[in-house]
């Protein structure tokens, strides 16, 4: 394998509002992000991700399930390979609904008291995960294993609980197995919040 920008599993999340959440605004406890929307890879790797880059090095993609995601990126694979460029140069990354709790449980009814404010049900825009930060990496790590994309997109659905969760836990799980390097990123979108820097964990 070359050292390029897919072999690398990619982190990013994208900050909006209270969250993606149409409902979020509403909820108690959430606060709202400071300044304009907000794109950022989370992890460092050999290329640096950038949505503005020409030629892209990254691109972002939809899927209702894994498999539709995997056949996404095959395809995004072969036609930039059809074109003469070296698939391996650009990320293809997953968009991710997320709501992430210490428990399953407090994720899932977060989830529900969200929902239950809407006049109309919701429907997810991607893959979407609710549950434990670890099981969160559990879910990245098993994306990028089986080329379903090489990193994903996170959309949380309310902030900041689930941002610090993201930053204070996932990201370290991920670390810890050496999958992911955290970028100086997650002090960053932290302060997106008014929140202090965290401590993160070193990779051994």
Do not use: C
């Amino acid at each position: 394998m070359s050292s390029a920008a897919s072999h690398s599993l990619h982190v990013a999340v994208e900050l909006t509002g209270f969250g993606h959440h149409p409902a979020a605004e509403g909820a108690a406890g959430n606060l709202p992000l400071i300044g304009s929307d907000y794109w950022v890879d989370l992890t460092e790797g050999e290329t640096l991700l950038d949505l503005t880059a020409f030629p892209a090095n990254v691109i972002r993609i939809r899927a209702t399930d894994l498999r539709a995601a995997q056949v996404r990126r095959a395809g995004i694979r072969a036609a930039l390979a059809a074109d003469g460029r070296d698939p391996d140069t650009v990320a293809v990354l997953v968009d991710l609904e997320l709501l992430i709790a210490p428990e399953a449980r407090s994720a899932r009814k977060e989830l529900a008291q969200l929902d239950s404010a809407l006049t109309v049900a919701r429907v997810p825009v991607s893959l979407q995960y609710v549950g434990t930060p670890s099981g969160l990496g559990s879910l990245i790590a098993d994306i990028r294993a089986a080329d379903v994309a090489d990193g994903v997109t996170l959309l949380p659905l309310a902030l900041p609980r689930t941002l610090e969760h993201l930053v204070g836990e996932t990201i370290p799980w991920l670390q810890e197995r050496g999958l992911v390097t955290a970028s100086t990123a997650v002090d960053e979108v932290l302060g997106r919040f008014g929140l202090p820097p965290r401590q993160r964990t070193l990779a051994s």
